[in-house]
């Protein structure tokens, strides 16, 4: 069983910005939280770093990557998930207005570019999968999908304060 290295305790306090990172995870050459890029604290730096260590512990076991497939897939993954990063933010950021306030050409406008995005998220997807395959198997690709849906739940059982095995069937 994988092993997280960082408490419970402090996990809690990070179960929002952990799913956050979760969805749209990735490293940084500088650390910085959600929105106008400003900078975070510390400790959740610190916890953030411990994130993406297990993240990169558990793919690599996960996707028996061999080292030159590491050193290779890394960058790749890391350049793919700031762009999609980049993405979510944007998609965050048209679900913020509030609709009571808008006309409907405002809340068509919204939609419309909420599809953009989400076709372009798509795009995205697509693109890496055909640069993924350069790196890795097919069959690895598609265990990468899996590895990050399975670490995804993980962390969140994790956060809610369930550091046992995941029950049975949940998977």
């Known amino acids: 069983m994988f092993v997280f290295p960082f408490s419970v305790r402090a996990t809690r306090r990070l179960a929002l910005a952990a799913a956050l990172v979760l969805v749209a995870a990735g490293t940084q050459a500088q650390v910085f939280g959600p929105g106008p890029r400003r900078p975070m604290r510390a400790a ?3 916890r953030l770093t411990q994130l993406d260590n297990a993240r990169i512990a558990f793919f690599t076991t996960r996707l028996s990557l061999t080292q030159d497939q590491a050193q290779r ?3 790749l993954y890391n350049e793919f998930i700031m762009r999609r990063r980049e993405l979510n933010r944007t998609g965050r950021l048209l679900k913020r207005e509030q609709i009571e306030t808008l006309t409907d050409q405002q809340i ?3 939609l419309t570019q909420t599809y953009a995005t989400r076709q372009q998220e798509l795009n995205l997807e697509k693109d890496y999968f055909d640069k993924f395959q350069r790196v890795l198997s097919l069959r690895q690709v598609a265990q990468l999908l899996a590895a ?7 962390v969140i059982r994790r956060v809610a304060g369930n550091p046992g095995p995941a029950p049975v069937g949940t998977e």
């Open 44 to 46: 959740q730096a610190e």
């Open 73 to 75: 897939f890394w960058p």
């Open 108 to 110: 068509r406008d919204n």
């Open 148 to 154: 990050e849906r399975d670490f995804t739940k993980e």
